[in-house]
């Protein structure tokens, strides 16, 4: 890179004289030949080279010129082999009683190009000179809207893009120099950085954040986040959750921009496990036998897991089923399991069983009255009884009769002589294989009329005093009961003559 080359007056200068001697100092960074030239303001000129000496090196010019009475303005330039070229330029005034020299600039050093990175805080060093006098102020231009006025100032850009720092030196006459530097200003990627908390099982709730991820401090406040979760889903910002409704591995990736436009991402792989399910169900644990039982299903899975979840039911009477409820009916007596499987769509499997006690229903027992009036000559009956049960059990019934009079007969229909009048209570049972018995109570009323008058027995004997075996007990050719009912005559006195 080519530097420009550099120079600083001195003056030996005695006022009496017309002729003056000049010094010029150059100082080239990159060691190269150099033309020094002289203009002296009054028409005439010279020239002195000088060989590169292999370093940077200050050079020094000293020369003699006369002066005419008048202004000027001397210059004292350098140019290297290079093209490059340096300048600076003195006034002078030659008079009749005195030749004054004017004020001289500061000059300033500053190297051509500076790169940093967003809020890299950088020092600025003023390097200036001012051969005839003191530095008054420094004041620096960031042209970022941020400005100093010290010889040295840190400073840091927040936004990347090429800044042309102005520094403007003033000595104490009031003469100013402005020089620039050139500072590129460079944006660094954002590094995303990725945390999760949650554990990672189907329909749970993960938390995603990217709070850890760095930048530099102006672009923090202004990145932004994209996600996406590897299973079609997207979200926005830096912290954000997700459920996963399936099992299986799956890659969160995290996209990062600044305001630059610059992006960077980063990747973290997540397992997402099955929950098997948890079989359950609930039913009666005692039922009689042909009672209709319901078994409902409390299986439980994730949300996702539950739409699919496949339930079959098993009994041990051969009896199946499948869905949340299952009505069965049990025709046998004993102690029985009821199996429910759960498998979700990932085939895990849980059961569950329950012990249902199945209870012998007792047969019934029927007597088709409840009071039966009997008005027999002989006092004999015929009674039928019915008897139910369930259906495996039907054909095993045993039938029986307590008639009331101490006697007992089996079958359920029968026939039956009572011998007297009375009111009987009777029972009728029915029995099936299993030991239960079915009751059914009735009563018979037996009104017994031995002779077939019409007249009761126990009304003939306890109130008439008539024979109750002898429809015509005085023998008058007219049985009892006309002549009670009829003739109104006595029964026991027959008619004279």
């Known amino acids: 890179m080519q530097h420009e080359d550099t120079h600083t007056w001195e003056l030996d200068l005695d006022p009496h004289l017309t002729r003056v001697r000049l010094l010029g100092t150059v100082y080239d960074p990159g060691a190269d030949d150099l033309v020094l030239r002289w203009g002296f303001g009054d028409g005439t000129a010279m020239e002195v080279g000088h060989a590169a000496a292999g370093l940077p090196t200050r050079w020094v010019s000293e020369v003699y010129h006369t002066f005419p009475l008048g202004d000027f303005s001397v210059e004292f330039r350098a140019t290297d082999d290079d093209g490059g070229t340096g300048a600076d330029e003195m ?93 590129r200003v460079s944006n660094p990627a954002p590094e995303p950085a990725i945390a999760t908390e949650g554990t990672a099982v189907e329909d749970a709730v993960l938390e995603f954040s990217a709070v850890g991820t760095e930048d530099n401090p102006s672009d923090l406040a202004s990145l932004r986040y994209y996600w996406t979760f590897g299973d079609g889903s997207v979200a926005p910002g830096p912290e954000v959750t997700h459920r996963y409704a399936r099992a299986g591995p799956y890659t969160v990736t995290l996209y990062v921009q600044d305001d630059n436009g610059a992006s960077a991402e980063a990747s973290v792989d997540v397992v997402v496990e099955n929950l098997p399910p948890v079989a359950g169900l609930e039913g009666p644990v005692e039922i009689l036998v042909e009672d209709p039982a319901l078994f409902v299903s409390t299986s439980s899975d994730t949300p996702t897991d539950a739409a699919f979840l496949e339930l079959l039911w098993a009994l041990p009477d051969e009896g199946e089923g499948e869905g949340s409820r ?12 009821v199996e429910l499987t759960a498998t979700d769509d990932n085939d895990e499997v849980d059961g569950a069983t329950v012990e249902v006690e199945v209870l012998n229903r007792a047969p019934v027992a029927h007597i088709p009255f409840s009071t039966l009036h009997v008005y027999a000559h002989g006092g004999t009956v015929s009674l039928r009884g019915f008897g139910f ?55 018979i009323l037996v009104v017994l009329d031995a002779d077939g008058d019409g007249l009761p027995d126990l009304y003939e004997t306890a109130v008439l005093g008539t024979d109750p075996t002898n429809p015509d007990t005085d023998g008058d050719g007219v049985w009892d009961s006309v002549e009670i009912l009829l003739l109104e005559t006595h029964p026991l006195v027959p008619p004279e003559g």
């Open 91 to 183: 006034p002078v005034h030659a008079g009749e009683d005195a030749f004054v020299v004017g004020n001289l600039r500061p000059r300033l050093f500053l190297a051509d190009l500076m790169e940093v990175q967003e809020d890299q805080e950088v020092l600025f060093v003023a390097d200036a000179l001012d051969a005839d006098g003191e530095v008054g102020s420094f004041r620096w231009d960031f042209r970022d809207g941020e400005v100093a006025e010290t010889e040295e100032a840190f400073h840091a850009f927040t936004q990347a893009g090429t800044y042309h720092v102005l520094l403007t030196v003033t000595d104490d006459e009031g003469e100013a120099t402005v020089d620039s530097i050139e500072v």
């Open 389 to 443: 049960d369930t259906l495996l059990d039907e054909a095993s019934l045993v039938f029986g009769w307590d008639l009331g009079d101490d006697t007992l007969v089996e079958g359920a229909e029968v026939t039956h002589t009572y011998a007297a009048s009375g009111v009987y209570e009777i029972a009728f049972g029915v029995m099936d294989a299993h030991g239960a018995l079915g009751l059914d109570h009735a009563e």
């Open 326 to 337: 299952l009505l069965h009916t049990f025709f046998e007596p004993g102690v029985f399991d």
